[in-house]
């Protein structure tokens, strides 16, 4: 799990990406809070988006499983999917933010959480808890996910944990989209790089359902595919096993008596 102002590369082969955001009712009032993303090309230009007003992106590349208008239940009250594999070479960013769409800002709600995980294992990139407090804000941006190589469609992404409030009630009012797409285009905000594998030792809830699946956290040198077969190393390419190598003993002790002999 990633800490402020880290980043981390990960492929676009480690699947289906996962982003949660919830929350809880204050006084029993229901309040709503949205998940939303903009999708970004080289320039800052918007090439698509994703929120409770467009489900669907980048011929659903994208998804969002829903609007959740009150908050009650535990765990994540709203989900995005995506695949980066399948996303068009043009996009080079996708930026996430939490808003307040009731009157109102973060700060007035209780626990808002925003977390990005991996679907092959459930572990956990990067985490949010207490979004909002102390805060006068009612847009909050999460993380950015950018593109290392602009069209290159098996070009690693690199995830930047953020944690920028901005003014605004959606990911469509102007002064979100302008601060998101700020985030990308200028890079302005200080990260420091951070090896994948320590950053989800660091979560141990993720290690834990992780084991449970009988699955290791992967990484870019070495990762479980969907099949359960994992990347070969170097030491399983080795010609020299152990019926080789007693065949190449037995050759050179016959090739010695037959020099010798003569």
């Not at 955001?21 to 999708?39: F, I, K």
Request: hydrophobic content about 40%; charged content about 20%; some cysteine.
């Amino acid at each position: 799990q990633l800490e402020k102002d880290e980043s981390v590369f990960i492929n676009s082969e480690d699947g289906l990406l996962n982003v949660g955001c919830g929350w809880d009712m204050v006084n029993e009032e229901e309040t709503d809070v949205d998940l939303s993303c903009l999708l970004l090309g080289k320039s800052g230009n918007i090439v698509d988006y994703c929120y409770w007003g467009r489900l669907s992106a980048c011929h659903g590349v994208v998804e969002h499983l829903g609007d959740n208008l009150t908050g009650e239940g535990d765990g994540d009250d709203e989900v995005v999917v995506l695949n980066l594999a399948d996303l068009a070479t043009e996009i080079s960013a996708v930026v996430f933010v939490v808003s307040n769409y009731s009157s109102g800002n973060l700060e007035a709600l209780k626990n808002i959480h925003f977390r990005l995980f991996r679907d092959l294992d459930n572990a956990e990139l990067l985490r949010f808890e207490s979004i909002g407090a102390g805060g006068n804000y009612s847009s909050f941006i999460a993380c950015a996910m950018e593109r290392a190589m602009d069209g290159d469609a098996s070009s690693p992404w690199r995830v930047r944990k953020l944690s920028i409030p901005c003014k605004g009630q959606t990911v469509l009012d102007a002064s979100v989209k302008e601060m998101m797409i700020k985030v990308v285009t200028e890079k302005n905000v200080s990260v420091k790089p951070v090896n994948l594998r320590a950053a989800l030792k660091r979560n141990p809830t993720a290690a834990a359902k992780a084991s449970a699946n009988n699955k290791q956290p992967g990484t870019a040198s070495h990762r479980s595919n969907n099949n359960g077969k994992q990347g070969t190393s170097a030491a399983d390419q080795s010609p020299w096993t152990a019926g080789n190598l007693f065949l190449f003993v037995v050759a050179v002790l016959i090739a010695y008596i037959v020099t010798h002999s003569s």
